[in-house]
């Protein structure tokens, strides 16, 4: 099926450092969705945006719908080795019925302490 | 955020069985809920949408009598994998959509690791 186009596909970072990641789409999505996966867990919902341009923060977490519509990203500041994991961006295109979901292929973040 | 349970966390069958998995919203109803599943270092891809009180919608590719869906309440949907084979053996994961909330936004079971042997 359709799949978003999510990078970095990993990423080897030292604990402190900011994280940036992002996905983008071909078509025009009206929601983004950030979910983040421990191994063997099913995803947690981190953030959501629903209107082109929206930046929304989580504690440390900060997303943005991009105001094309095709694109978001999710930055994490000052990591700590709890944030190890995938994340995945989840979005709606504005051509798929009944709240179906697209997911990118997730960014594994590992932290070293 | 709403809770979405599964049962079982983890099941070893040997092939030829059916296996029923359950998703639950604890606090919320709901009357949609997805399944997906999810192999190792990839991505969760979408394999139903359950409504409730009406047959599932299956994604192109998935066979609908191998993988049985029920919505029969606004709380619970089942998925059966019947005549399960190795090459079943993957993580299932279910989600549901909170109608208290904005649109879309799904929040997921913790998922259901199926090992057929």
């Known amino acids: 099926g359709q799949q978003l186009n999510q990078s970095p596909q990993s990423m080897f970072i030292q604990e402190g450092e900011d994280v940036s990641m992002n996905c983008t789409s071909s078509s025009i999505f009206n929601t983004w969705l950030w979910y983040k996966q421990d191994p063997g867990e099913g995803p947690v919902l981190l953030i959501a945006l629903y209107k082109a341009g929206e930046l929304t923060s989580n504690g440390r977490l900060t997303a943005q719908f991009g105001i094309t519509r095709k694109d978001s990203f999710l930055n994490i500041s000052a990591s700590i080795p709890s944030d190890v994991g995938i994340y995945f961006c989840a979005g709606q295109s504005i051509y798929n019925q009944g709240g179906k979901l697209i997911f990118g292929q997730g960014t594994e973040l590992s932290v070293k302490p | ?117």
């Not at chain 2, 966390?9 to 296996?19: A, L, M, P, Q, Y």
Request: charged share 20%.
């Open chain 2, 1 to 117: 955020g709403a809770v979405v349970s599964q049962h079982p966390s983890w099941v070893i069958c040997k092939s030829g069985t059916s296996v029923k998995i359950e998703c639950r919203s604890l606090d919320f109803q709901a009357t949609t809920m997805f399944w997906y599943r999810q192999f190792p270092k990839q991505s969760l891809m979408l394999m139903a949408t359950s409504n409730e009180g009406s047959k599932a919608t299956y994604e192109q590719g998935v066979e609908k009598d191998k993988f049985l869906i029920n919505h029969a309440s606004l709380t619970l949907s089942t998925l059966t994998v019947t005549s399960a084979h190795p090459e079943d053996s993957s993580f299932y994961i279910c989600s549901a959509r909170d109608p208290r909330g904005p649109r879309d936004t799904q929040y997921f079971g913790p998922g259901t690791r199926l090992t057929v042997l």
